[in-house]
């Protein structure tokens, strides 16, 4: 954990010791985030990443300078001390793809047609190098997660169905997808992760955040993270609109791309679903059950194509839905 002493003195290196500090809400990671302002008028914002996992600051820094160096929109690291997790960097302002959707709902298709354009040109650069793949075997192995917290925390037993999940995952992957080549993904890369920047051009007016976690993955990874977001709904017709309208802009047939969309995003609800669960009952942090029923209808969504059907099947006869009774106990036995 970073104490205080050493963001006070990393500050005062910075030149920006005679900032006001503003906490700023944070994500599910252990990172904290403050906004500064100088009486000057100059703001950034300050990200801690002491409690979270090594090398996030690094990682970070990195890739921030990947996505510039190619004409897109990563807050620049104005100051860092990558020893102490200590990032300074700059501040995109307050037009939060979701904040602005809050204020004015009929900007969604605007917003979320600019995103998949972003997507398919930021997807034609080369992968940088040390990505982690995120592939068929990769995608599988992060639903095993499921069992350790998911099913748990329901008090759901660990059948043979459920056993059989990461081995059908896998297999459809490679069915479906496995001579596709990786790109990069950004991972979380949804409405809480992305600002508008108007007085930019292009790709370069989306600002991105929380990518330190990027991954090679399918090109449709990224895709399924905007359009399936945990928190909050899209309106009627959306997704499918920007569905077909990646495939267009990346030149792939769109009945082979929604069995490998279906695919990614029943993977992606099955692990979203373990990691809510876990932040609840050990972390303590119960406001994630809002997001639960979201994220199961996702889930059941993907699963009712037909190409999913084995591990529809395998799912629908070893993971309980979870209805409102069933969080409930989890939330008040859990968290007391």
């Not at 679903?273 to 009952?281: S, T």
């Amino acid at each position: 954990m970073t104490d205080a002493a050493q963001v006070t003195d990393f500050l005062a290196r910075a030149g920006w010791a005679d900032a006001c500090r503003d906490e700023v809400a944070g994500d599910a990671s252990a990172r904290r985030f403050a906004r500064l302002a100088r009486p000057d008028g100059a703001t950034a914002i300050l990200m801690d990443a002491g409690d979270d996992a090594p090398g996030s600051s690094a990682r970070f820094a990195r890739l921030s300078r990947w996505i510039n160096d190619r004409g897109f929109s990563a807050p620049a690291v104005l100051a860092k001390d990558i020893d102490a997790e200590l990032l300074l960097v700059e501040d995109f302002g307050d037009g939060l793809f979701a904040r602005l959707l809050e204020q004015d709902p009929a900007r969604e298709g605007a917003l979320y047609t600019a995103a998949v354009e972003f997507l398919a040109e930021f997807q034609r650069a080369p992968v940088p190098t040390g990505l982690t793949p995120l592939d068929g075997p990769a995608l599988a192995g992060l639903t095993a997660l499921l069992t350790d917290t998911y099913l748990p925390a329901f008090d759901a037993p660990f059948t043979d169905a459920a056993r059989a999940i990461p081995g059908q995952v896998a297999a459809l992957y490679d069915q479906l997808a496995g001579a596709d080549p990786l790109t990069i993904s950004l991972r979380d890369f949804h409405a809480e992760n992305v600002f508008w920047l108007p007085d930019r051009q292009g790709s370069a007016r989306l600002g991105l955040i929380d990518f330190q976690d990027a991954v090679a993955a399918h090109p449709v990874y990224d895709l399924v993270s905007l359009l399936q977001d945990a928190r909050r709904d899209l309106a009627p017709g959306t997704e499918a609109a920007c569905l077909e309208l990646f495939a267009r802009l990346t030149g792939q047939e769109i009945d082979r791309l929604r069995p490998i969309y279906a695919l990614i995003g029943a993977q992606r609800a099955l692990r979203i679903l373990a990691v809510f669960a876990r932040l609840i009952v050990a972390g303590g942090k119960p406001r994630y059950a809002a997001f639960i029923p979201r994220v199961w209808g996702h889930l059941q969504a993907n699963l009712d194509h037909p190409a999913l059907a084995p591990l529809a099947a395998a799912i629908r006869a070893s993971v309980p839905a979870p209805t409102p009774d069933r969080i409930e106990r989890m939330v008040t036995c859990r968290t007391r």
